[in-house]
């Protein structure tokens, strides 16, 4: 019964912004620095990325399973190694390139930086969360 399965997900995130997908290499610059200033002057990571506080919010969510660790039958659980790869528009942080030195993305770390969902397996049975940010 795949419904009553407790599954116990160690994680690797993968945090994917859809702003565009093209690597660029920029190190130190200032337009990169007043980049990141004009893009969260007046940004709330509190607030969700609707313009209409009405409407729903499209977080796509893509499961990478990597390894099943262990499968315990006697009690409903798998454990597995997976990422996770969550990827939503918020449409706040956009910006021309043009003005940025051709700056296309940029990154960020930490939950109290930009917006992200927040999203829980609802039958989890989490031991130990092990979260990595990775590069692609
Ligand atoms: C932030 O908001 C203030 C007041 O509305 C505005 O003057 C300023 O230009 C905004 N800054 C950016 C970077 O959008
Ligand atoms: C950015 O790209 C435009 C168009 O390709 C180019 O004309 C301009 O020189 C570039 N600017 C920088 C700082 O690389």
């Known amino acids: 019964m795949v419904s009553s399965i407790n599954i116990l997900i160690s994680v690797s995130v993968l945090y994917f912004l859809s702003f565009n997908n093209q690597v660029s290499v920029v190190e ?3 337009r990169e620095a007043q980049l990141y200033r004009d893009l969260l002057a007046n940004y ?3 607030v969700r990325p609707v313009r209409n506080p009405k409407k729903a919010l499209t977080v796509t969510m893509k499961v990478f399973i990597q390894q099943v660790l262990t499968v315990d ?3 409903q659980m798998i454990e ?3 990422w996770l790869k969550y990827v ?3 449409f706040r942080l956009r910006w021309n390139p043009l003005d ?3 700056i296309t993305s940029v990154r960020f770390y930490g939950e109290d930086q930009i917006w992200q969902p927040d999203i829980l397996l609802y039958n989890r049975y989490i031991e130990e969360l092990r979260i990595q940010i990775l590069d692609f």
């Open 28 to 30: 130190g610059s200032k």
């Open 44 to 46: 709330s990571y509190l």
């Open 73 to 75: 039958a006697k009690h």
């Open 80 to 82: 597995v190694n997976a």
């Open 88 to 90: 939503w528009t918020d």
């Open 100 to 102: 940025y030195e051709n």
